[in-house]
């Protein structure tokens, strides 16, 4: 069966850095585009950045841009989100999601993992 499981949330303080992991199996990862969400309570889910199958375009949301780097090492079917200079406001449970294009929103993406909980608070 198909499964994303994410890893490395946590609490941090603002300025902080986490890099978040999302492995995968069950399906054709290196022919498939992989997209992290974000959402916090009572908040709209929010793509926040997406990679291509191939690792070749990329995407960031732009709240998010030139702080957070997603890559992907097909070797190993993982997708990473390193996410620096965090702020209160990326406070939220973070998904990682699958379609074969950076396309769409959380409704267009087929598979999705568990979340993994990040907490930005001094």
């Known amino acids: 069966q198909v499964q994303l499981v994410e890893s490395g949330g946590g609490l941090v303080q603002p300025g902080g850095s986490l890099r978040l992991s999302c492995a995968a199996s069950?399906?054709?990862?290196?022919?498939?585009?992989i997209a992290w969400f974000r959402q916090a309570p009572g908040k709209e889910r929010e793509r926040v950045s997406c990679?291509?199958?191939?690792?070749?375009?990329?995407y960031y949301e732009d709240s998010v841009k030139g702080r957070f780097t997603i890559s992907r090492d097909n070797a190993k079917n993982t997708v990473y989100l390193q996410m620096n200079s965090l702020k209160p406001e990326d406070t939220a449970v973070y998904y990682c999601?699958?379609?074969?294009?950076?396309?769409?929103?959380?409704?267009?993406?087929?598979?999705w993992g568990q979340g993994t909980q990040v907490a930005v608070s001094s």
């Open positions: 999601a699958t379609r074969r294009l950076c396309r769409g929103g959380p409704s267009s993406y087929d598979y």
């Open positions: 069950g399906f054709a990862f290196d022919y498939y585009a």
């Open positions: 990679i291509s199958s191939s690792g070749r375009t990329t």
